[in-house]
């Protein structure tokens, strides 16, 4: 779902700093597609060794303004997450392979990643915000409660998630949460009581909202589901 650069195994090299670019090494090398191939014609000869050993060779080096923000997903892990977004505003496809992640000059872990056609966006995680501390409650359980009609059974759930920021001036937040999807036409699932009200919702039953919060404050989200189904049916997984 819906989860923080130099690429070691891609023909560039991605830099997200916000200072400008150091002067190139060599000159751009030339991309040329021909059907599924792409082929990089690099304008100067390269000295590489007969040792059998596989060696990279410097294609080019680019740079792209990131814009930063954070994510969470406290069902998973009770953490924020520093996520840049950018496009791949150049010519150049670049090839899966492993990807080194900076954050302020920090090194932050290496990652995969697929391939990058040129114009597309892209989205990478950057590591934990220890600055943000989120926290996700179960605030209400009653399963197995009788229907009115006495031959449906059902649950009732509920939880809280608080996003607190003591120290950045503003973080922006994405939330992601979920609630249970039916497998079966006679097991019913609702979202009940969403406070504030989710931005997206999808059929996977992904719930996302986008906070706003300033130092010294906090976010608070509160969403219950109610599950209703005949009492004959088993339900796992609530």
């Known amino acids: 779902t819906r989860g923080g650069p130099a690429l070691a195994a891609a023909p560039a090299e991605m830099m997200m700093a916000a200072a400008p670019a150091p002067e190139m090494a060599y000159d751009l090398a030339q991309a040329e597609s021909s059907g599924p191939s792409v082929t990089y014609k690099i304008n100067a000869p390269r000295a590489i060794p007969s040792d059998g050993q596989p060696h990279q060779v410097h294609i080019a080096r680019l740079q792209f303004d990131a814009a930063l923000d954070y994510f969470c997903a406290p069902k998973a892990a009770e953490q924020a997450f520093v996520r840049a ?129 300033k130092k010294g404050d906090k976010a608070q989200i509160d969403f219950g589901v109610t599950v209703e189904y005949p009492k004959e049916i088993r339900v796992a997984g609530l």
């Open 85 to 213: 977004k950018f496009k791949n505003a150049s010519e150049y496809l670049m090839l899966p392979g492993e990807v080194s992640l900076y954050h302020a000059q920090e090194f932050v872990g290496a990652r995969a990643t697929e391939t990058i056609a040129p114009n597309q966006d892209v989205e990478l995680f950057l590591g934990a915000e220890p600055r943000l501390r989120v926290t996700r409650k179960e605030t209400q359980r009653e399963v197995n409660k009788t229907g009115l009609m006495g031959n449906t059974a059902g649950a009732a759930l509920a939880y809280r998630i608080v996003i607190e920021n003591p120290s950045l001036d503003v973080a922006r937040v994405t939330v992601l949460d979920q609630i249970p999807v039916s497998q079966h036409p006679d097991i019913k699932v609702k979202l009940r009581d969403a406070t504030p009200r989710p931005a997206e919702q999808n059929e996977q039953g992904e719930l996302t909202w986008h906070v706003e919060i």
